[in-house]
């Protein structure tokens, strides 16, 4: 079965960190530029960033840069998210998406082939 699964996700302070966890089984992720989206309660799904195949280009959105970091380890097949200063306009289901190209047009991932199915994040105090 081809699937992502996202993984880390949680209920956490403001100002709190986490690190999320995009994993594949049935194909491998290594050639794909993987994207990270969001989407709060009653909002679009956005793209908050984009990992080039080899993990050398990351772009992120204004939203979470400087915030966030994508990183990959493809001997793993797992593209990671680490969320840090957490806020509560961060609450949202976080996705992983992999794209059929293998660089990043920009933060928002084109061409997506597959999603996952959502790892849910909540700011609160």
């Known amino acids: 079965q081809l699937q992502l699964v996202e993984s880390g996700g949680g209920l956490v302070q403001p100002g709190g960190s986490l690190r999320l966890s995009c994993s594949a089984s049935?194909?491998?992720?290594?050639?794909?530029?993987i994207g990270w989206f969001r989407q709060a309660p009653g909002k679009e799904r956005e793209g908050i960033s984009c990992i080039s195949s080899g993990g050398s280009i990351t772009k992120y959105a204004d939203a979470v840069k400087g915030r966030f970091t994508t990183s990959r380890e493809n001997g793993k097949n797992t593209v990671y998210l680490q969320i840090n200063s957490l806020k509560p306009e961060d609450t949202a289901i976080y996705y992983c998406a992999k794209a059929s190209i293998p660089y990043c047009p920009g933060y928002a991932l084109g061409r997506v082939q597959y999603w996952g199915q959502g790892t849910q994040v909540t700011v609160s105090s």
């Open positions: 049935g194909f491998t992720l290594e050639a794909s530029a």
